[in-house]
């Protein structure tokens, strides 16, 4: 019984902090963006983004953006989001060593679908 409220415990703890990660790193002012007609890149894999998706987001897979030719120009404003927000941290800082200079995390995708209007 004790093995299990410590696991319980420290498995609360981690979810604390992945948490707090994931949105401390999303980006300001993501709706004024959003208004400027930003990219929103959706970097989870092409099942997750066939399971839903924000209407007019362009799907590229993490495991892809390094290789994959990009269809925008580089200095276009991309918003990148995922599933709970930390590829499209990952994602951030392969779009900007690509050489894109606007590039904003939006974290997860369910999270930015909020800013945009429908």
């Not at 987001?57 to 994959?68: F, M």
Request: with cysteine.
């Amino acid at each position: 019984m004790k093995t299990i409220l410590i696991t319980i415990i420290v498995l609360g703890v981690l979810y604390v902090f992945y948490k707090t990660y994931s949105t401390s790193h999303v980006d300001n002012d993501l709706s004024q963006l959003i208004d400027k007609n930003a990219v929103i890149l959706d970097v989870r894999t092409k099942v997750e983004f066939e399971g839903g998706h924000i209407k007019g987001a362009v799907n590229i897979p993490l495991s892809s953006l390094r290789t994959v030719a990009l269809p925008f120009d580089s200095n276009r404003v991309i918003i990148t989001c995922c599933s709970h927000g930390l590829r499209s941290i990952k994602a951030v800082s392969v779009l900007q060593a690509r050489g894109f200079k606007q590039v904003h995390n939006g974290g997860a995708w369910t999270d930015l679908d909020r800013y945009i209007k429908h």
